[in-house]
């Protein structure tokens, strides 16, 4: 054993690294209250870089669907650099009502909210309302559980609700999914979800390199060899 | 160095546990740049008024009910709660829909709907953020070894006899530093006899072997 380590193994452990602790996260996230102590939210894991960008692309594309969802091309930027991301949906929301009548929808009880007419699933909506807030807020609750668990392992988190929406729309989650976030984590030696500069969807690490170090060095490799 | 009795430690460790909670909550992860969360703490007086509103609610709710009945058991133990509210209307514009409106300048023009419990229509990103508080307090609770739980049967009590004040939404976080964990497994408020006749009622055919028959 008196051999040199090679860096692939830290790269492979620190990927690893990644899986348990996006478990540990569910698990946090899975116990954390829920109202009336009924269960209704799911999280799903996305650790693949593949299925990441897909996400990330989606969030894109659905940049210019609505002029308040400006900052999705920057969501994207940034989850691009993540490690995984953990979707949180709440499965209850859009068609099971609480049957409290708490008139934080605004309809006053229940039934007025059944029969209320949904916005229909179309470009520029995300979430199709109006939701049961009362149980939406569980959402809450497990994200809270994710992000205290993340604080505690040492773990940098970001919270996008574009991700969420995204994946909504992507159809990988539930059908009966009425409203989903996405936490990105990154095991790191810095967080990529802090220190975002301005205009940070144009210009990031990977669009640097792009221009500079791909359209540079070819005419530099063929003028000076 | 002067004594200090276990009472008076427990009293104002209690304090101090309470006003590290609102810290975590204050601080806690929230959407938006702005921090719109208004918060306090009650004590024993408040939380007996609270807890007859609740009880007398007793018909309309009997979630409510049995809320009022455990504060009065739970006031004789050193106990607090946080109530922590907030406004209703979106100030993030992000337009997502969830509130049923498809844009957040329409849900924050469309009418309001009052009522005892919480204000309406309300911007779904605001509730996160009012809830995330409560959970992020209601951790720093557990990691300080207190029992806890989250009401929002007393908060939308505290929102109705206006113990917060200009709050739209509310959710509240119950403390107790109780000798033994008050707030699960609660069974001492039903007796036998009702126990078995709420479950007949509501699982009719767990008792029963013949399913076809419809009683009463």
Redesign the interface.
Known sequence: MSMERPLKQYEQDRQEAVRIASRLLLASGTT??R?GGVGECTFHTIDDECDVEDLCQKIESMAGE????KFFTRDAAILRDADAVILITSLRSLTDPSD?????????TCEYLRE?E??PKEP????????C??R??N???A???V??AARNLGIDYG?Y?SAG?AAMRMGILPKDT??ALGIGISITEKSPFRDIPLKFAEINQRTMNDRIIQRLWPQFRSIYS | MAKIEMQDLIGQGLDRAVEMMALAAHNSFRFGKKNTLQMIAVGNEELEEIAEFCFSLGDMSPLAARDGRFVMELIKEPCSLLILGDKRKSVFNYNCGACGFRTCAEMNAAEEMESLTANGPSCQFRNLNLNIAADAAAAMAWRLGLHCRVFSTLGFAAKAMEVIEDCDLVVSVSVSAAKEDPYFDRHKFWTKEHWDEIFDKEFPTFNRGFIGAIED
């Open positions: 954390s209250p109202v609505n002029k308040g969802w409290i009548n708490c008139n934080m929808c605004g309809k006053l209320e949904k916005l520029g909506v995300a979430f199709t309302g109006p939701l807030i009362f939406a807020n959402i809450a609750y994200l809270d559980g992000v205290s919270v609700w929406a009425g409203f």
